[in-house]
């Protein structure tokens, strides 16, 4: 199992030693708590929240004094959370959640040993009221709206959780921690905050740095007191998953200037090094993911993610996910379709069908040019998968807007892009892409192959590492203070490079010099 690297927790369990009360000395429970843990943990700042005096102190008498603690720090000082009788000697559990606007990841993580035990993944509920950020704020702006939004992200949360919980044979107050990395709307709408600032000028959200807070106030179904860490953000469109992505990536430890890209529902970039930092994000996520063209699917068993086009006899090879029948195309396979259909003279430098090439494969459906992918016959779906002419144009938007944006930062800073030495590229898009295919139409600079690296789910391993890591948690947060955000929203000289990009794999061939 996966053991990420950790020094000292900040969720703990300990044994403090209580002595028994007696009438010479009637010191009262709860001060004996503290001044068990004090000695225990040697430091001073140790407190117990008022609503828990009660429960504590009965917890204490019903265990005859011998008992574990779970405690977690805050600002300097150690929380007691909750009290177990000590012959049970109980693992405590943590959960790390990247709260995706289209697919929800959680991960158990056994938090003294900081072990991964297991991992669920869930689409968003919130897709039934609305498929993006967008159409979702508009919708938490309507009467009930909000509340409606965060109820069906937290039902759905707590009944994964409670399938983990009866997977291992647990009980929920053994969870006792949980860290949640989300874009700024998807942390909003987890908090139950109003989002409606977040999409217009000057595109302010209500809080970027949350804290730490209990989950029985945000009604999850695990230990009541256990602290739920919320990774900050930076900005409307500049979230807490992108900081966990930093963090994960190591980055901020590097003398080298390096790019982490993170495509989702946003393009979210961010450059630097040890010394500094600078982010933007922007709309290019949607064509990227599969998420537009007729054929796209997000990644699974069955979508295509490779595709190879014989540039003497024009045969298409498609390889899928699992390797089952052909059902539709996620964003990696339709990158490298493109780049196929470009290298192969199927398409154009403005990405339209070359109909002499192309032969039987184009055919028109109510007037619209369709290329045949896959037959009828080979598809799993029983229906021909096809690509469109607005399939390829939304796609070449998207990659342009991701070209522009790396273009845009970098110009900023002030480094040219060839200059670039490591791209990280976060995401299921990142574990899936083909770069030479990426570079071959213009979505990425023509950097040496090598220069790429693909991270996989950057926003959970940093969860999990603000999760069981106390140096961890606090670099998040240092890291959401380090970061420049660019505006892309009111930068004209993204306007002006955009048109530029537009074009199969730019209209200035001399950046990408590989492409033949």
């Given at each position: 199992m996966e053991k990420p690297s950790q020094d000292t927790p900040w969720i703990r369990l300990v044994t403090p030693h209580i002595s028994q009360p007696s009438l010479k000395d009637n010191t009262a429970d709860i001060d004996r708590l503290i001044r068990g843990l004090r000695k225990r943990l040697d430091v001073n700042g140790v407190t117990v929240a008022f609503s828990q005096v009660n429960d504590l102190?009965?917890?204490?008498?019903?265990?005859?004094?011998?008992?574990?603690a779970l405690v977690y720090e805050d600002g300097g000082a150690w929380q007691v959370a909750d009290l177990f009788p000590i012959g049970d000697h109980p693992s405590i559990y943590g959960l790390a959640v990247d709260l995706g606007t289209s697919t929800v990841v959680v991960r158990l993580v056994e938090l003294q040993e900081g072990?991964?035990?297991?991992?669920?993944?869930?689409?968003?509920?919130?897709?039934?009221?609305?498929?993006?950020?967008?159409?979702?704020?508009?919708?938490?702006?309507?009467?009930?709206?909000?509340?409606?939004l965060q109820n069906l992200l937290l039902n759905r949360l707590n009944q994964e959780i409670e399938e983990l919980i009866k997977r291992h044979d647990l009980t929920s107050p053994l969870i006792a921690g949980m860290a949640v990395a989300g874009n700024t709307t998807m942390t909003h709408l987890f908090l139950g905050l109003d989002p409606y600032g977040i999409c217009r000028e000057p595109y302010i959200p209500i809080i970027n740095r949350p804290g730490l807070l209990k989950a029985g106030d945000l009604g999850l179904g695990i230990n009541k007191e256990a602290p739920v860490l919320v990774f900050p953000n930076v900005g409307s469109y500049f979230g807490g998953d992108l900081i966990s992505g930093i963090l994960a990536s190591g980055m901020t430890h590097q003398r080298e200037i390096a790019f982490l890209v993170d495509v989702g529902t946003n393009a979210e970039v961010i450059i630097g090094n040890q010394d500094w930092l600078m982010g933007c994000a922007g709309a290019a996520g949607p064509a990227l993911e599969g998420g537009v063209a007729s054929m796209g699917m997000m990644a699974g068993p069955g979508v295509i993610d490779k595709v190879v086009i014989d540039p003497e006899t024009l045969q298409f090879r498609v390889r899928t996910i699992e390797g089952g029948p052909p059902v539709g195309i996620c964003g990696s396979g339709l990158i490298d379709l493109v780049a196929q259909l470009f290298l192969a003279g199927m398409i154009d430098l403005r990405g339209k069908?070359?109909?002499?090439?192309?032969?039987?494969?184009?055919?028109?459906?109510?007037?619209?040019?369709?290329?045949v992918v896959v037959s009828a016959e080979e598809s799993g779906t029983g229906k021909a998968l096809t690509l469109s002419q607005p399939d390829i144009d939304a796609l070449i938007r998207s990659k342009a807007a991701m070209y522009t944006i790396l273009t845009t930062i970098a110009n900023t800073v002030g480094i040219p892009l060839n200059s670039i030495e490591r791209f990280y590229v976060a995401g299921t898009f990142g574990s899936y892409i083909d770069p030479a295919s990426a570079i071959t139409i213009g979505m990425i600079p023509d950097l040496p192959l090598e220069a790429y690296m693909p991270l996989g789910n950057t926003s959970l391993k940093g969860a999990v590492m603000g999760l069981v890591s106390a140096r961890a948690r606090e670099e998040a947060f240092r890291i959401r203070d380090q970061v420049t955000y660019l505006e892309l929203n009111v930068n004209q000289e993204f306007m002006n490079l955009f048109s530029a990009a537009k074009f199969l794999p730019h209209t200035d061939r001399t950046l990408f010099p590989s492409v033949k």
């Open positions: 102190a009965r917890s204490l008498k019903e265990h005859h004094y011998d008992v574990c072990e991964t035990k297991d991992e669920t993944t869930f689409l968003n509920p919130q897709i039934q009221l609305g498929p993006d950020i967008l159409s979702r704020i508009h919708f938490a702006a309507q009467d009930g709206g909000l509340a409606q069908f070359v109909r002499a090439k192309c032969g039987e494969r184009l055919i028109e459906e109510e007037g619209i040019p369709h290329l």
